[in-house]
């Protein structure tokens, strides 16, 4: 299949030199319109996923379809070397499909729109965002089945299309892809955010190259991706080694009652170009945790991790691909053949960030970050209120942000790029719960000389009878810790029922039933913690346990002995740190907290939840 692009001025764009201020001034301009996307969307968009949360992905791309400016990678060379059509000025494209655009989107809750930028019928560049829907059909509300085998079972999927056609917007393909989702109002909303959003950004690229030249442009895009290989040619000379790396971590189950699931990743420097290559990841799931992950995305984020650990100043963007080389076996958990289903698979996406720093950090553990990105836990709530009014909550929790080289992880924190929380105050206001906890997990962010970030209790009660989704996970496996670091505190999810009574919510469950005056107390994972708890400052850890982000037994494990208003008893703290220092022996550069079936028993011990079976496997 190949996409045939048609322009009407043919007349071939030139490579010219673009002087520094001018390269300067047009790259800048670019990040601006970059977020001037984010700025229409969440003015115009409906659900508060992408309206509260911003819980999507815009991207300006040069006319090749590498991204220039954006946070995610670029989704345009997996649209174009899968879509058999032609493109014109005036189109825009619709997909909801992974399997249809090589993994460009992972599950078909992400809406992405293109946009070919034209300028005098000559196209230029490109623009791009996909959004997360917060229901698209299928059979449960959210689209996000954790039992689903097929990616038929979650909802409407739509190849990629031309919603517009030469400028004319296709009503009846909308109409029919609105007429299978729960709520079409707010998925028409978000779409034509979307659709505004990126042709907002067509427009400013249409401005910058009538103001400088479209020879200017069309260079200042090169030079701007030639500028990003250079210096990630040089981080990785200097970051990767030629002797292999390998790190594995686990998906903690599958929502089916199986697991752990491994994803495995070994590393190393041929030349120039960086190999990552996942051979030793699972087969495919059963379930729907599968990611469908696209090379390129990976590529993106190695590219962001590099740079922000060894030299924030440098512009990210799709310049270094050429540098790296993904391999991912075909039917393996990132890369199921179709239709295997993908709803869940936020839980392998986050891990992959935990694998990319436990790789990277290997070769230099002073700037290596610990665990704690670990999942996206969501939350979803709906059914119908005393009125007969149909009324659905999807919302996107926080855990503790990993322990890091220059300081303590944030408590609550989001790692996803630009993400907020949803107010409580719009949460109580559209849907009929209440939020009466809202908390750090004291003790939940793993001790070290830098805490890694505590976990968030949240408390839902419910007004109205309805049912619960819960996506989670990190309940069995920890949030490593690195370089003495301990690991963060596990998640975990209770119902209390209105009679006092209390069950035990899986981390991956749909069509949990829930009355009026139920509370769900939702806890997220905690971050391991960064190098030596027993070298952190006691004055510090006192500031910690006063602020009731320690508490007195848990500054035990910084070796500190002190009161519940942090005061420190120096002399006791310094015998008692010298004790624990004889009696633990050699700091390991990761702590897991124990081998997979150590982690069941302790979990099994802990909760009386009965911990994962072995994995089965989906048949190829």
Same mark, same amino acid.
């Given at each position: 299949m190949t996409a045939i692009l048609i322009e009407e001025n043919t007349e071939p764009l030139k490579k010219v030199t673009v002087d520094s201020v001018t390269l300067d001034i047009i790259e800048n301009a670019l990040k601006n319109a970059r977020f001037e996307m984010d700025a229409v969307l969440f003015r115009t968009a409906m659900s508060p996923g992408i309206r509260e949360q911003g819980d999507a992905f815009p991207l300006i791309a040069n006319r090749d379809g590498k991204m220039v400016v954006g946070q995610f990678g670029s989704f345009i060379h997996g649209f174009m070397s899968l879509y058999d059509g032609t493109i014109e000025e005036g189109d825009i494209f619709l997909t909801t499909d992974p399997y249809?655009?090589?993994?460009?989107?992972?599950?078909?809750?992400?809406?992405?729109?293109?946009?070919?930028?034209?300028?005098?019928?000559?196209?230029?560049?490109?623009?791009?965002?996909?959004?997360?829907?917060?229901?698209?059909?299928?059979?449960?509300?959210?689209?996000?089945?954790?039992?689903?085998?097929?990616?038929?079972?979650?909802?409407?999927?739509?190849?990629?299309?031309?919603?517009?056609?030469?400028?004319?917007?296709?009503?009846?393909?909308?109409?029919?892809?609105?007429?299978?989702?729960?709520?079409?109002?707010?998925?028409?909303?978000?779409?034509?955010? $979307?659709?505004?959003?990126?042709?907002?950004?067509? /427009?400013?690229? =249409?401005? *910058? &190259?009538? @103001?400088?030249?479209?020879?200017?442009?069309?260079?200042?895009?090169?030079?701007?991706?030639?500028?990003?290989?250079?210096?990630?040619?040089?981080?990785?000379?200097?970051?990767?080694?030629?002797?292999?790396?390998?790190?594995?971590?686990?998906?903690?189950?599958?929502?089916?009652?199986?697991?752990?699931?491994?994803?495995?990743?070994?590393?190393?420097?041929?030349?120039?170009?960086?190999?990552?290559?996942?051979?030793?990841?699972?087969?495919?799931?059963?379930?729907?945790?599968?990611?469908?992950?696209?090379?390129?995305?990976?590529?993106?984020?190695?590219?962001?991790?590099?740079?922000?650990v060894f030299d924030p100043q440098i512009m990210f963007n799709d310049g270094f691909y050429d540098l790296m080389e993904v391999r $991912?076996?075909?039917?393996?958990?990132?890369?199921? /053949?179709?239709? =295997?289903? *993908? &709803?869940? @698979?936020?839980?392998?996406?986050?891990?992959?960030?935990?694998?990319?720093?436990?790789?990277?950090?290997?070769?230099?553990?002073?700037?290596?970050?610990?665990?704690?990105?670990?999942?996206?836990?969501?939350?979803?709530?709906?059914?119908?209120?005393?009125?007969?009014?149909?009324?659905?909550?999807?919302?996107?929790?926080?855990?503790?942000?990993?322990?890091?080289?220059?300081?303590?992880?944030?408590?609550?924190?989001?790692?996803?790029?630009?993400?907020?929380?949803?107010?409580?105050?719009?949460?109580?206001?559209?849907?009929?719960?209440?939020?009466?906890?809202?908390?750090?997990?004291?003790?939940?962010?793993?001790?070290?000389?830098?805490?890694g970030g505590n976990g968030v209790r949240v408390g839902y009660r419910f007004l109205e009878p309805g049912e619960i989704s819960v996506h989670d996970d990190r309940w069995l496996t920890y949030p490593w810790g690195v370089n003495g670091g301990n690991p963060g505190a596990r998640s975990k999810k209770i119902l209390v029922k209105s009679d006092g009574s209390e069950q035990l919510v899986p981390s991956k469950c749909d069509r949990v039933k829930v009355m009026h005056g139920d509370l769900l107390l939702f806890e997220t994972w905690g971050g391991g913690g960064w190098g030596d708890p027993l070298t952190r400052e006691v004055e510090r850890v006192g500031s910690d346990v006063k602020k009731g982000l320690v508490s007195v037994s848990g500054a035990l494990n910084y070796g500190v002995i002190t009161d519940s208003d942090g005061v420190v008893a120096i002399k006791e703290t310094q015998e008692l740190r010298q004790e624990m220092n004889v009696a633990r022996g050699g700091i390991e550069l990761f702590d897991k907290g124990g081998s997979i079936e150590e982690l069941k028993a302790q979990c099994l011990a802990e909760t009386g939840f009965n911990p994962p079976i072995a994995p089965s496997f989906a048949p190829h």
């Amino acid at each position: 299949m190949t996409a045939i692009l048609i322009e009407e001025n043919t007349e071939p764009l030139k490579k010219v030199t673009v002087d520094s201020v001018t390269l300067d001034i047009i790259e800048n301009a670019l990040k601006n319109a970059r977020f001037e996307m984010d700025a229409v969307l969440f003015r115009t968009a409906m659900s508060p996923g992408i309206r509260e949360q911003g819980d999507a992905f815009p991207l300006i791309a040069n006319r090749d379809g590498k991204m220039v400016v954006g946070q995610f990678g670029s989704f345009i060379h997996g649209f174009m070397s899968l879509y058999d059509g032609t493109i014109e000025e005036g189109d825009i494209f619709l997909t909801t499909d992974p399997y249809s655009c090589n993994g460009a989107i992972s599950h078909a809750n992400d809406w992405l729109v293109l946009i070919p930028i034209y300028k005098d019928h000559r196209h230029i560049a490109w623009s791009a965002m996909f959004g997360h829907m917060t229901d698209i059909g299928g059979k449960v509300p959210g689209s996000l089945p954790t039992d689903a085998r097929q990616i038929y079972e979650e909802g409407i999927v739509v190849p990629p299309i031309k919603i517009y056609k030469k400028g004319e917007l296709q009503e009846d393909i909308l109409k029919l892809i609105l007429h299978n989702c729960r709520l079409p109002h707010w998925n028409h909303s978000d779409f034509n955010a $979307i659709v505004a959003a990126c042709r907002t950004a067509a /427009k400013r690229c =249409a401005e *910058l &190259s009538e @103001r400088f030249g479209d020879d200017i442009f069309y260079s200042a895009m090169d030079e701007l991706l030639a500028r990003n290989k250079k210096a990630m040619a040089h981080l990785i000379l200097n970051a990767v080694p030629t002797e292999k790396r390998y790190f594995e971590d686990y998906i903690c189950d599958d929502g089916m009652g199986m697991g752990p699931y491994k994803l495995a990743c070994t590393m190393w420097r041929e030349n120039d170009k960086v190999i990552f290559d996942f051979s030793g990841t699972d087969p495919q799931s059963i379930g729907s945790i599968n990611f469908y992950l696209n090379e390129e995305m990976f590529k993106m984020f190695c590219g962001v991790f590099m740079i922000m650990v060894f030299d924030p100043q440098i512009m990210f963007n799709d310049g270094f691909y050429d540098l790296m080389e993904v391999r $991912i076996p075909d039917g393996s958990l990132l890369k199921p /053949k179709h239709p =295997a289903a *993908l &709803s869940c @698979r936020t839980h392998a996406l986050g891990r992959v960030f935990d694998i990319i720093s436990g790789l990277l950090g290997q070769g230099a553990p002073d700037l290596m970050c610990a665990a704690g990105f670990s999942d996206s836990p969501h939350f979803m709530y709906s059914g119908y209120d005393q009125k007969g009014d149909w009324y659905q909550l999807y919302q996107i929790g926080f855990g503790g942000i990993p322990g890091r080289p220059f300081g303590d992880g944030p408590d609550g924190h989001s790692l996803w790029p630009s993400f907020t929380n949803v107010p409580n105050e719009f949460l109580e206001s559209y849907f009929p719960l209440r939020i009466e906890i809202y908390e750090t997990i004291t003790n939940s962010g793993g001790a070290g000389y830098h805490r890694g970030g505590n976990g968030v209790r949240v408390g839902y009660r419910f007004l109205e009878p309805g049912e619960i989704s819960v996506h989670d996970d990190r309940w069995l496996t920890y949030p490593w810790g690195v370089n003495g670091g301990n690991p963060g505190a596990r998640s975990k999810k209770i119902l209390v029922k209105s009679d006092g009574s209390e069950q035990l919510v899986p981390s991956k469950c749909d069509r949990v039933k829930v009355m009026h005056g139920d509370l769900l107390l939702f806890e997220t994972w905690g971050g391991g913690g960064w190098g030596d708890p027993l070298t952190r400052e006691v004055e510090r850890v006192g500031s910690d346990v006063k602020k009731g982000l320690v508490s007195v037994s848990g500054a035990l494990n910084y070796g500190v002995i002190t009161d519940s208003d942090g005061v420190v008893a120096i002399k006791e703290t310094q015998e008692l740190r010298q004790e624990m220092n004889v009696a633990r022996g050699g700091i390991e550069l990761f702590d897991k907290g124990g081998s997979i079936e150590e982690l069941k028993a302790q979990c099994l011990a802990e909760t009386g939840f009965n911990p994962p079976i072995a994995p089965s496997f989906a048949p190829h």
